[in-house]
């Protein structure tokens, strides 16, 4: 039954990653955005993680303006935590941290992203995050600790629903996959490829995960992604608008 639960929730969310490059530019960790208090200005609710909301049970954390999601709710079942609050930052007081980790002989990557997981909806999630725009890029900072060649995955879709086809249509996507480990916080900015011009989209999800296989539950226990001050790109004469 477990193994049938993750098999939709991470099957859904990870079969989005590839190990293809795309145009990602990792600027040098030693910037001056580095170790200073004050977190960096985002446009995404909470994108700097700077607040957290502790469960109904007590038993976790999760970011706590509702736009970020994690399995952390499985610690309610008996399973590990693999999304946390740390004071190990870019900018600020907190970043996310994401384990990947063994439930029995399940490997479950860490994996935070905008939308909302939920036992009763269909597919157990609801993914994305109602938005209007066009992205040029998603930045931010990340480190990883990766185990025995692991490798970790950033990725974000912006999508609108296609009433005539009654079925999600993906507007544009920008996707990272993290390689190789780094001690430091190292900034990404990666390009949203537009595969439709013509239509405006009506969400946007984003999603990171510590190892970007786990929908096949492989992966490595103890690989783990360091998440701070996400951002979007816009066209210059455009507003952001989340709701």
Same mark, same amino acid.
């Given at each position: 039954?477990?193994?049938?639960?993750?098999?939709?929730?991470?099957?859904?969310?990870?079969?989005?990653?590839?190990?293809?490059?795309?145009?990602?530019?990792?600027?040098?960790?030693?910037?001056?955005?580095?170790? !200073?208090?004050?977190?960096?200005?985002?446009?995404?609710?909470?994108?700097?993680?700077?607040?957290?909301?502790?469960?109904?049970?007590? !038993?976790?954390?999760?970011?706590?303006?509702?736009?970020? &999601?994690?399995?952390?709710?499985?610690?309610?079942?008996?399973?590990?935590?693999?999304?946390?609050?740390?004071?190990?930052?870019?900018?600020?007081?907190?970043?996310?941290?994401?384990?990947?980790?063994?439930?029995?002989?399940?490997?479950?990557?860490?994996?935070?992203?905008?939308?909302?997981? /939920?036992?009763?909806?269909?597919?157990?999630?609801?993914?994305?995050?109602?938005?209007?725009?066009?992205?040029?890029?998603?930045?931010?900072?990340?480190?990883?600790?990766?185990?025995?060649?692991?490798?970790?995955?950033?990725?974000?879709?912006?999508?609108?629903?296609?009433?005539?086809?009654?079925?999600?249509?993906?507007?544009?996507?920008?996707?990272?996959?993290?390689?190789?480990?780094?001690?430091?916080?190292?900034?990404?900015?990666?390009?949203?490829?537009?595969?439709?011009?013509?239509?405006?989209?009506?969400?946007?999800?984003?999603?990171? &995960?510590?190892?970007?296989?786990?929908?096949?539950?492989?992966?490595? &226990?103890?690989?783990?992604?360091?998440? /701070?001050?996400?951002?979007?790109?816009?066209?210059?004469?455009?507003?952001?608008?989340?709701?």
């Amino acid at each position: 039954m477990i193994k049938n639960i993750f098999l939709i929730l991470l099957f859904f969310v990870l079969i989005l990653f590839s190990c293809k490059k795309d145009n990602v530019q990792n600027d040098n960790p030693n910037n001056d955005n580095q170790n !200073t208090t004050t977190p960096l200005p985002t446009n995404l609710p909470d994108g700097n993680f700077e607040q957290w909301t502790l469960s109904e049970q007590g !038993t976790y954390e999760e970011p706590s303006t509702g736009w970020w &999601a994690t399995l952390n709710i499985l610690k309610n079942l008996g399973g590990p935590g693999s999304v946390f609050k740390i004071n190990d930052v870019n900018t600020g007081n907190y970043a996310a941290k994401l384990v990947s980790s063994m439930w029995g002989d399940l490997l479950i990557s860490g994996i935070m992203l905008s939308g909302t997981f /939920d036992f009763n909806a269909p597919n157990m999630m609801i993914q994305g995050k109602p938005f209007i725009q066009k992205p040029l890029k998603l930045t931010g900072y990340y480190k990883y600790i990766s185990v025995n060649s692991d490798s970790a995955a950033i990725y974000a879709n912006i999508t609108y629903y296609n009433n005539n086809a009654s079925k999600r249509d993906t507007i544009a996507e920008a996707r990272f996959p993290v390689l190789t480990s780094t001690n430091n916080y190292t900034f990404f900015e990666i390009d949203f490829n537009y595969l439709i011009n013509n239509i405006n989209p009506d969400s946007i999800t984003i999603v990171f &995960a510590s190892s970007a296989d786990g929908a096949n539950f492989n992966g490595q &226990a103890g690989s783990t992604l360091f998440i /701070d001050d996400v951002s979007l790109i816009l066209p210059s004469d455009k507003k952001i608008r989340l709701f």
